[in-house]
Nanobody, 125 residues
Framework: QVQLVESGGGLVQPGGSLRLSCVVS????????IAWFRQAPGKEREGVMC????????SYSASMDGRFTISRDIAKNTVYLQMNSLKPEDSAIYYC??????????????????WGQGTQVTVSS
């Protein structure tokens, strides 16, 4: 059964860091891309970053460039999102999702199948 489970969210002060994890099962990362999306209350779900089946990385938002990093550990079936220098506007539910093959060139939600349940990130003092 295909499954993605996010963890690592929480409450952090502005300027702080969090590392989110997405543990996958039922498929292999060697043939699938994993992307992180986020959704704040009252806003559309937006793409964050994607790591492709071959390890290539796509960034979907300039506001996160230099602050967020995506990586994966194939042996652990896990994709990570390292978030540094967090801002209140980064507060959202963060979801991971998968699609076979490469990352799309833009954050097309319809290109992805199977979503995790999400993990809440709150940046506040």
């Amino acid at each position: 059964q295909v499954q993605l489970v996010e963890s690592g969210g929480g409450l952090v002060q502005p300027g702080g860091s969090l590392r989110l994890s997405c543990v996958v099962s039922g498929f292999t990362l060697n043939y699938n891309s994993i992307a992180w999306f986020r959704q704040a209350p009252g806003k559309e779900r937006e793409g964050v970053m994607c790591i492709g089946n071959s390890g290539g990385i796509s960034s979907y938002s300039a506001s996160m460039d230099g602050r967020f990093t995506i990586s994966r550990d194939i042996a652990k079936n896990t994709v990570y999102l390292q978030m540094n220098s967090l801002k209140p506007e980064d507060s959202a539910i963060y979801y991971c999702t998968r699609r076979p093959g490469l990352c799309p060139s833009y954050a097309d939600r319809k290109a992805f199948r199977t979503w995790g349940q999400g993990t809440q990130v709150t940046v506040s003092s």
